[in-house]
């Protein structure tokens, strides 16, 4: 073992315990499809925030964590759930109005308030 995959095995912080998790699912060896899948998504009803920031970051703080504890390649998907309903109004966008009368259609419906897409 290497000094830096020792010291990931041995670490307290939060991403290594989750990444150990991980592997303890993988003692008898790696899954067949050759990799572990790490999955984030958010609800894009507003513009980015630190939110949705954290919730990709702390899957890729686990993931990065795993790649240490392990030679089992890993993938990640990220996705976005665009149909979920319009639930509030952003205050950080034009047309305030127009996007009211959107209010729980699914994000893919909502029109552009920006009036740069169709």
């Given at each position: 073992?290497?000094?830096?995959?020792?010291?990931?095995?041995?670490?307290?912080?939060?991403?290594?315990?989750?990444?150990?998790?991980?592997?303890?699912?993988?003692?008898?060896?790696?899954?067949?499809?050759?990799?572990?899948?790490?999955?984030?998504?958010?609800?894009?009803?507003?513009?980015?925030?630190?939110?949705?920031f954290?919730?990709?970051?702390?899957?890729?703080?686990?993931?990065?964590?795993f790649?240490?504890?392990?030679?089992?390649?890993?993938?990640?998907?990220c996705?976005?759930d665009?149909?979920?309903?319009?639930?509030?109004?952003?205050?950080?966008?034009?047309?305030?109005?127009?996007?009211?009368?959107?209010?729980?259609?699914?994000?893919?419906?909502?029109?552009?308030?920006?009036?740069?897409?169709?």
């Amino acid at each position: 073992m290497t000094a830096m995959r020792d010291a990931a095995l041995a670490s307290k912080a939060w991403p290594f315990e989750e990444a150990r998790r991980v592997l303890r699912r993988f003692e008898a060896g790696p899954p067949e499809k050759g990799h572990v899948l790490f999955q984030t998504g958010y609800g894009p009803s507003g513009l980015p925030h630190i939110g949705t920031f954290g919730e990709v970051a702390r899957t890729t703080m686990v993931r990065r964590a795993f790649e240490l504890v392990s030679d089992i390649p890993t993938k990640l998907v990220c996705f976005s759930d665009d149909v979920d309903g319009l639930r509030k109004v952003p205050d950080n966008v034009p047309n305030k109005e127009q996007m009211h009368e959107d209010m729980n259609l699914p994000l893919t419906r909502v029109r552009d308030p920006f009036g740069t897409h169709e």
